[in-house]
């Protein structure tokens, strides 16, 4: 299933996208699309039930805004240098364990909402990655079981990212990965059925029309069952929390001088396969 979020900021309702392209309203079987819906077997099984009868009303979706496919979302967990190509194009060494940082969860909007640069930015960058939903909890995933078993679905994520605040303004890279609007997530959360490789995906962004970022998850050198895993003996991951599994090459940090940083008035696409398109639009914060 394809689940969504159509409306207001703060006022969405719960969408399904059918086969035929058709939106589809669920707020007559659920309150929303979170981590207690992803929890609740039974609730989606009734939400398959009632797309397989056919008695979902049509939403009309002409001008509705599509938020973040999850609501409430407990944290934002992060994997950096996670693709072969990215790790040697910004010249760090091959990570011997999964990097890890956070995003707050308040950094998420929707996959078309504006994006704001930074006050006094001058290093805004752009990251298409593959992000995991969580549909179980996950705490300390044994080796002989199956780390995908806890996955509910994936999205799109853009995780954007100001380099200067990351790297040369001391600490850890938190302060260039949480300023507002810097994960746009959507536009679906396609469930874990329709995924069956998560490691057979291409990551595609644009910038201004200009493909800067071609990749696949294949080239990730943490798989997203061994994210799950590794992740889990560190923390305890709740449904309805996400993990950023990394980009692949071709961010503007990796570019020759002059790097291409984001401006106001850039528009960044970004899409991965099967899994939607993001459009956004930059403007000064």
Not at 193 to 198: L, M, N, Y
Request: charged share 25%; glycine share 10%.
């Amino acid at each position: 299933m394809k689940l969504l979020r159509v409306g207001n900021a703060g006022d969405e309702r719960p969408a399904l996208l059918d086969a035929d392209g058709t939106l589809r309203d669920l707020s007559g079987l659920v309150s929303d699309i979170d981590g207690a819906l992803l929890a609740d077997e039974f609730a989606l099984d009734r939400i398959r039930a009632a797309v397989d009868t056919g008695v979902l009303p049509a939403l009309d979706d002409s001008g509705a805004r599509i938020g973040p496919p999850v609501g409430r979302i407990g944290k934002v967990v992060c994997i950096g240098l996670n693709y072969h190509d990215h790790a040697e194009e910004t010249g760090a060494a091959i990570p011997a364990e999964p990097v890890i940082f956070f995003k707050a969860a308040d950094t998420v909007v929707g996959p078309n909402d504006t994006v704001l640069v930074p006050r006094r930015s001058v290093k805004t960058d752009w990251e298409v990655e593959l992000a995991i939903v969580i549909g179980r909890t996950a705490r300390y995933v044994r080796d002989d079981e199956d780390p995908l078993a806890y996955v509910a679905g994936y999205a799109v994520s853009h995780d954007v990212s100001e380099r200067e605040f990351q790297i040369e303004r001391g600490g850890t890279w938190d302060k260039g990965k949480n300023c507002e609007t810097f994960n746009p997530l959507g536009p679906w959360l396609v469930t874990r059925d329709e995924v069956p490789d998560p490691q057979a995906l291409s990551l595609k962004l644009w910038v201004n029309g200009e493909l800067k970022q071609d990749g696949s998850t294949a080239q990730q050198i943490f798989p997203v069952a061994e994210v799950v895993r590794y992740v889990s003996q560190f923390m305890t991951l709740y449904p309805g929390d996400v993990i950023n599994t990394g980009t692949p090459a071709g961010v503007a940090m990796g570019q020759p001088e002059p790097k291409p940083y984001l401006r106001a008035g850039d528009v960044v696409e970004l899409e991965v396969s099967g899994l939607g398109r993001q459009r956004q639009g930059l403007k000064d914060a």
